[in-house]
């Protein structure tokens, strides 16, 4: 299956990518963090929720077909 | 035309809003938690706006490297705390309100008796310790709350605990690893960007207000100002964080956030007793330009960020004293000496700006 993954914030800094393609077997969301993880160790550390196709979803939620898939940190800053 | 009708004319005359909606405005009660790069902007456009009482609570004071994006505050309230210096300037661009300055630092002890007095809270604060408690003191005390947060060139919109939606937890309900997310006085910011944020923040405030459109309830609101592109995120209620928070009400003054957060407890001390120390090693931890130098102490100069390769520059038996402007810095650099092994560490309260009058007060009592 192929997603496109968009990272924000210091997940940027995190993995050096704005965005990117991604080919996986059909996963859910708790698996594809660890795919992620394995690919960018930086990722272990910084704390974010995860959105498929601008709905932010649980870990266990079953990724489909060429979903967009945002990662989102929390910001502190004001 | 009355001063009233004047004033608000050219919000009065959209249909939305007329006089119906200018005077919910008007009865309306908003806390701005924070008066900083996000506080400013939304003070401002509410002050405007004609919101009918406006509280301020902030402890800082200003400095100049706030001015390029803190634009209610100029080279005359430099020092200033920014509670009051914000409430002086709001009452000139707008008299006919009420503003309250709480020149104080928000804790679980004031946080809900000052929230019951008003409607909305804003929320324009720094740091997660804070975001969390704010969170928390508005479900308890039942309030809507709007959040904006900022990270270098992206920022964050969204309101909380509106009308049974979600809450700051549901979306984030364990906050990151103290240090892993770094602050505007880390890493910088580009001063327009609170300003677009916080103007978002005002403009939902408004629209809670006057009941006008979409409020970004269950809605997480992105913005990126160097890539001009923004994004939505549909977010949804967790009943379970929400009934956690409700359930700690009865013990929330003696939850420490900071704890909760990772922050760990840093020793402090007073400008005052940092006179008083003998054989111990002072070091200033802001960049060379900051003022004023306080050469009395025999600082080495170590900015923040490079203090993590300087750590063999810094004797380890002696003990350690740290400072920076505000002592914000400080309080890392403590941190990072923790965990490198440094044992006897601590920071000034209040940092240069208030070695600077404790010197002056020490000099007067010598004469």
């Known amino acids: 299956m192929q997603h496109t993954i968009k990272y924000f914030g210091m997940l940027v800094e995190a993995t050096s990518k704005n965005e990117e393609q991604l080919q996986t077997e059909i996963c859910s969301v708790a698996q594809l963090i660890q795919q992620l993880e394995h690919?960018?160790?930086?990722?272990?550390e910084k704390n974010f929720k995860v959105a498929i196709d601008q709905q932010l979803v649980d870990n266990d939620f079953i990724i489909k077909d060429r979903a967009e898939i945002a990662l989102l940190p929390p910001f502190a800053g004001g | 035309?009355?001063?009233?009708?004047?004033?608000?004319?050219?919000?009065?005359?959209?249909?939305?809003?007329?006089?119906?909606?200018?005077?919910?405005?008007?009865?309306?009660?908003?806390?701005?938690?924070?008066?900083?790069?996000?506080?400013?902007?939304?003070?401002?456009?509410?002050?405007?706006?004609?919101?009918?009482?406006?509280?301020?609570?902030?402890?800082?004071?200003?400095?100049?490297?706030?001015?390029?994006?803190?634009?209610?505050?100029?080279?005359?309230?430099?020092?200033?705390?920014k509670a009051v210096a914000a409430k002086e300037r709001l009452e000139d661009l707008n008299p006919d309100i009420t503003i309250i300055a709480y020149p104080e630092?928000?804790?679980?002890?004031?946080?809900?008796?000052?929230?019951?007095?008003?409607?909305?809270?804003v929320d324009g604060s720094d740091n997660f310790s804070t975001r969390y408690l704010v969170n928390d003191a508005s479900i308890i005390t039942g309030k809507p709350l709007v959040y904006g947060a900022i990270f270098k060139f992206e920022g964050q919109v969204s309101v909380f605990n509106y009308q049974n939606g979600p809450s700051y937890r549901c979306l984030f309900p364990e906050p990151p690893k103290a240090g892993s997310v770094p602050n505007c006085s880390e890493i910088g910011v580009l001063g327009v960007l609170p300003g677009i944020i916080g103007s978002m923040q005002a403009?939902?405030?408004?629209?809670?207000?006057?009941?006008?459109?979409?409020?970004?309830?269950?809605?997480?609101?992105?913005?990126?100002?160097?890539?001009?592109?923004s994004s939505s995120f549909t977010t949804t209620r967790v009943e379970k964080e929400i009934e956690n928070v409700k359930a700690s009400a009865a013990y929330f003054e003696t939850i420490d956030y900071d704890f909760f957060c990772g922050v760990s407890h840093v020793s402090e001390i007073t400008a005052e007793m940092a006179f008083q120390k003998e054989n111990v090693q002072f070091i200033d931890v802001r960049e060379a330009h900051e003022q004023p130098k306080i050469d009395i102490l025999n600082p080495i100069y170590i900015p923040l960020g490079t203090l993590q390769e300087q750590l063999t520059s810094i004797e380890t038996n002696s003990a350690i004293i740290v400072f920076c402007q505000s002592g914000i810095r400080s309080k890392k650099a403590v941190e990072i000496l923790q965990s490198n092994g440094f044992k006897n560490v601590s920071?000034?309260?209040?940092?240069?700006?208030?070695?600077?009058?404790?010197?002056?007060?020490?000099?007067?009592?010598?004469i």
Do not use: W
Request: with cysteine; hydrophobic share 40%.
């Open chain 2, 347 to 366: 920071h000034v309260i209040g940092g240069a700006n208030a070695l600077a009058i404790s010197m002056t007060n020490l000099k007067t009592n010598e």
């Open chain 2, 105 to 121: 630092q928000l804790t679980t002890k004031n946080a809900i008796s000052i929230f019951e007095n008003y409607d909305i809270i």
């Open chain 2, 203 to 229: 403009n939902e405030t408004l629209k809670i207000i006057l009941g006008l459109g979409n409020v970004l309830s269950n809605q997480l609101f992105m913005y990126d100002c160097l890539a001009g592109t």
């Open chain 2, 1 to 81: 035309m009355n001063t009233f009708n004047s004033r608000y004319h050219r919000q009065i005359i959209l249909e939305e809003i007329g006089i119906t909606g200018q005077n919910k405005i008007n009865n309306a009660k908003v806390l701005v938690i924070g008066a900083g790069g996000l506080g400013c902007p939304i003070l401002q456009y509410l002050t405007a706006a004609g919101v009918g009482t406006l509280g301020i609570i902030d402890f800082d004071t200003v400095d100049i490297s706030n001015l390029h994006r803190q634009i209610l505050y100029g080279t005359s309230t430099l020092g200033k705390n």
């Open chain 1, 39 to 44: 690919r960018y160790p930086k990722l272990n």
